[in-house]
């Protein structure tokens, strides 16, 4: 386990990272371009800037603060953000995300655009204003999700939406598509999306 104090920044380029522990570390930046991280735990990490460019993911940053995290062009098999506190999350060109939980995160600013989303989850979350664009979702459960602000345009929904007890304050929504067999759940919400 390393515990990087601030000014601390970890690049990584072109590289194959395995079973890595930066829990507790205080970092300016992480940046991982054209790489892999496999099995590795951020959790607790203070940081100002993360980017996550062109990778393949599969890593914990439960219970972190992360002022600007950066998802563009990369799979994502499993990322944990399970209580972490997210000013900005932007997430861009992601045709591969197939495990993202923001289980109880606060999330301020929260951009999602040309990605296909499987299990992203905010279940128990809290987020300031939320904009989905060209994009599509599936298997993905937002129980109990708290939103500001929901903005759903050019989006597709699939397979199964759990939007139970989830409170919404403004929705705009433009041009939904629901495909064929969709099971949308919106017990004890506000949320409608018919």
Request: glycine share 4%.
């Amino acid at each position: 386990m390393i515990d990087l104090q601030a000014p601390s920044s970890l690049i990584f380029e072109k590289s194959d990272l395995n079973d890595l522990d930066f829990s507790r570390s205080v970092l300016t930046i992480f940046r991982l371009s054209e790489s892999k991280i496999d099995d590795a735990a951020f959790t607790g990490t203070i940081a100002d800037n993360v980017e996550l460019v062109n990778s393949e993911l599969f890593f914990s940053m439960s219970d972190s603060k992360v002022q600007n995290l950066l998802l563009s062009g990369s799979h994502v098999r499993a990322m944990v953000l399970n209580s972490a506190i997210l000013p900005k999350v932007t997430i861009r060109d992601c045709k591969n995300i197939d495990d993202m939980g923001f289980y109880q995160a606060s999330i301020g600013e929260l951009l999602v655009e040309h990605c296909t989303l499987k299990k992203f989850d905010l279940i128990e979350a809290t987020v300031k204003s939320a904009t989905i664009r060209n994009s599509s979702l599936s298997d993905c459960d937002n129980s109990d999700v708290k939103v500001g602000e929901l903005v759903l345009d050019n989006v597709t929904l699939g397979a199964k939406i759990d939007f139970t007890n989830a409170r919404v304050d403004h929705l705009k929504v433009k041009n939904l598509q629901k495909r064929p067999g969709l099971r949308l759940i919106t017990t004890g919400s506000n949320l409608k999306l018919d």
